[in-house]
């Protein structure tokens, strides 16, 4: 019996200069997307963050006033490993974003104020892998995410923006989605991957609440794992998969 082909996936583009990644919690892009932002900066690419809430109800033995400020502290130390300086929150409630209007114009104005080409965000799809279901929040922040980056260009939608000074940009090109079941491009990680390993050991209290494997061999393991699977379609080199949504 015939093995069935694997399809390939293809470079991402790279001809672009600013990207912002948005996504609904501290360690989201650890977890698989760190090594492809690190190749990024490290070629001169701007990249910045936008996390919908602070992480506060991710640790069930830390109160959600106690944790937010905690994770916060861990996503900008996590980021800054990568190259990136420049994260904001929107506060929205960890565990219950609301997917509506008030979510799609806080991610226009981000899109707004930092004009990327290209827009990063994680799996807004009901699983991961076709079995497991994925959260409400990640579901919400992607999906208002797709949608915003239309809504950022069009000065007729969510017109106060323009009021407050923020001028329609239309020059997102791509809306690249991490964690998707149906990838289409990828990064090669094999510089990058050192650096997400230990992006991801910066949220360390979270890894130490979720597992109680040792949180470097925990980080390393399952980002090459990642890596390495992405990397089957990839010319067999450890890679960062993308589902890349042109516009």
């Known amino acids: 019996m015939t093995e069935p082909t694997i399809s390939q996936l ?9 990207a912002l990644a948005v996504v609904a919690h501290p360690d989201d ?6 090594a492809a932002i690190a190749a990024w900066t490290d070629a001169g690419r701007e990249v910045s963050y936008v996390l919908a809430t602070r992480g506060e109800a991710g640790i069930d033995t830390v109160a959600p006033a106690r944790c937010g400020p905690l994770r916060e502290r861990e996503q900008r130390a996590s980021a800054a490993v990568v190259g990136v300086s420049e994260v904001a929150f929107l506060d929205h409630a960890d565990g219950v974003i609301e997917y509506g209007p008030a979510l799609r114009r806080d ?6 104020r930092h004009r990327p080409e290209l827009v990063v965000t994680l799996n807004h799809r009901d699983t991961w892998g ?7 929040d990640h579901v919400a922040v992607g999906r208002a995410t797709l949608d915003a980056a239309g809504d950022a260009g069009n000065r007729w939608i969510f017109p106060e ?14 809306v690249a989605v991490a964690g998707s079941d149906a990838p289409t491009h990828a990064v090669d990680a094999t510089a990058g991957l050192e650096r997400a390993v230990r992006s991801l050991l910066e ?9 109680d494997e040792d949180p470097e061999t925990y ?7 990642f890596a390495e699977e992405a990397g089957k379609r990839f ?13």
């Open 10 to 18: 293809q470079p991402m583009p790279d001809d672009w200069q600013r």
């Open 29 to 34: 892009l650890e977890y698989g997307c760190a």
């Open 107 to 112: 991610i226009a104005a981000a899109i707004r």
């Open 130 to 136: 076709g079995s497991a279901w994925n959260t409400p």
């Open 161 to 174: 923006l323009t009021e407050q000074g923020l001028e329609p940009w239309d020059g997102v090109r791509w």
């Open 203 to 211: 949220h360390r209290t979270y890894i130490e609440a979720l597992t």
């Open 219 to 225: 980080a390393r393991t399952l980002l090459t794992s």
């Open 235 to 247: 010319g067999n080199r450890p890679a960062v998969a993308f589902e890349l949504f042109p516009r």
